[in-house]
Structures are given as structure tokens and as C-alpha cells.
């Protein structure tokens, strides 16, 4: 079953409690948590005071992505709070079969994100370690932007090399998803989806009932 992690980097910070209740009432199963340090990506996000607080009023587990550089010094951190998946990127891990065993010693599931112009090619070594793959459809840094479109063919690539190393690893896509195509990064393969602009622009209830027709029928 396909799952849909909404972005939190969307919702109203005003009133982030009513809209995780809202999530919540919708049937929202886990949450995407963009860490950015203003180093990695040009933007400067939230950080784990910010995880803490949803942790404090939620059970629904969160997709933590750190776009961060060193994320190894924060490991400890966020394994406190309800993170199902702590994902770091390709890019910005020196020692990434270090940093996958380590998140997985702390009792996360381990993820790997790809920025658009990264190789699947880079995970060969480690796809059998690995519980997720992020594959990156727009630069990351900011929400609403537009989706690259080769992306679609990295989703396949990745799938077929989880196939043939017997990894466990699923594929999460994130950056650009709406309505428009969600269909064919389902069709491409993808397990696990982000949105968030799209999510949150308009009603979220009713655009996430349409996300989640168009999953119920693939
Ligand atoms: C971008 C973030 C995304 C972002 C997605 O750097 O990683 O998770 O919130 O937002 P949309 O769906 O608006 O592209
Ligand atoms: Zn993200």
C-alpha cells in the first residue's frame, strides 16, 4: 500500500496543533519533517525543538529528512522523538555506511535521499543496508517547486536495484507531487509519497481524499 507523508513545511505554524489534528481526523499515518540548516540547501527549515512539540500532542510517527550538513552530530537527537525514518542525504554524509548503521542502532529505520542530478549508482554498496530511498524531484531547499520530470526514470532504476541486491529498501518520492502526477510516480514505483504545497493549498481534506483515491485506484 502506497503511503502519502504530508509536509509539515506547509501546514500553519500558527497553528500547527489544529492542523495535525486535522491530519489526524483525515487519516494522515505518518509525517514528513524538513530539517534544513540554511548550509546544505539555502533555506533554514525547523529543528528538533519543533519535532518535540508534535511529539508532545501526536502518535503518528515521523519521515524525518535532514538536509543538513554533518547530520551524524544530530543523530542522538532525534532518535528521542517518534521518527520512524531518519533520512540524510548522499551528499552530505562522509561516511555513509557509518551514519546508516549507526540511525539503525539508535532504532530508526535508516533512508538515503538523492539529489536530481545523484546517481542511484552511489547506494550500490549500501542498498541492502537501507530501509528507504529518498529520490529528490526538485532541488531541495524549498516547498512548491516544480518536478523534474528524469526523476521518474531514477524511481525505476532504484526499484530494479533493490530487486537485484534483495534489498528491503522502499522508494519515497518528494518534491512537486500533486494531483497532476501522482499516477505516474505510483506507476513508476514509488512506496511512499511526499507533498506538501499541493497538500495544503485550498482544503486539505479535500485534496487529500483526491490523493488518496487516485492510490486507492493504481
Ligand atoms: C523540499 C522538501 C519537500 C517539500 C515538498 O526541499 O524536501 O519535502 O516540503 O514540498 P512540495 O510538495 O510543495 O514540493
Ligand atoms: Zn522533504
Redesign the pocket.
Known amino acids: 500500500m502506497v503511503r502519502i507523508s504530508p509536509?509539515l513545511?506547509?501546514a500553519n505554524f500558527l497553528h500547527l496543533e489544529k492542523d495535525i489534528q486535522m491530519m489526524e481526523e483525515c487519516g494522515v499515518n505518518i509525517f514528513?519533517m524538513?530539517v534544513?540548516d540554511g548550509s546544505f540547501?539555502p533555506n533554514i527549515s525547523y529543528g528538533p525543538m519543533i519535532l518535540k512539540a508534535v511529539d508532545s500532542i501526536s502518535k503518528v510517527p515521523m519521515d524525518t529528512?535532514l538536509?543538513i550538513r554533518e547530520p551524524n552530530r544530530y543523530f542522538e537527537v532525534f532518535a528521542q522523538y517518534n521518527v520512524e525514518y531518519l533520512t540524510i542525504h548522499q551528499e552530505a554524509s562522509l561516511h555513509l555506511e557509518r551514519d546508516i548503521a549507526r540511525i539503525k542502532e539508535l532504532g530508526m529505520k535508516a533512508g538515503v535521499a538523492l539529489n536530481p542530478a545523484t546517481s542511484p549508482e552511489t547506494l550500490r554498496y549500501v542498498i541492502r543496508d537501507l530501509d528507504l530511498v529518498l529520490v529528490?524531484s526538485?532541488n531541495?531547499?524549498?516547498?512548491?517547486?516544480k518536478f523534474i520530470s528524469s526523476q521518474l526514470e531514477k524511481i525505476k532504476e532504484i526499484k530494479d536495484m533493490i530487486r537485484r541486491y534483495h534489498s528491503n529498501a522502499i522508494v519515497e518520492i518528494?518534491?512537486?507531487?500533486g494531483l497532476n502526477n501522482l499516477a505516474a510516480v505510483i506507476d513508476a514505483g514509488a512506496d511512499m509519497i511526499?507533498?506538501?504545497?499541493?497538500l495544503f493549498k485550498g482544503s486539505f481534506r479535500d485534496n487529500y481524499s483526491k490523493f488518496m483515491d487516485i492510490v486507492n485506484g493504481r
Do not use: E
Open positions: 509536509s513545511l506547509s514528513h524538513d534544513m540547501v529528512h538536509m529528490m526538485v531541495p531547499g524549498f516547498g512548491g517547486q518528494d518534491g512537486g507531487i511526499v507533498s506538501g504545497s499541493s
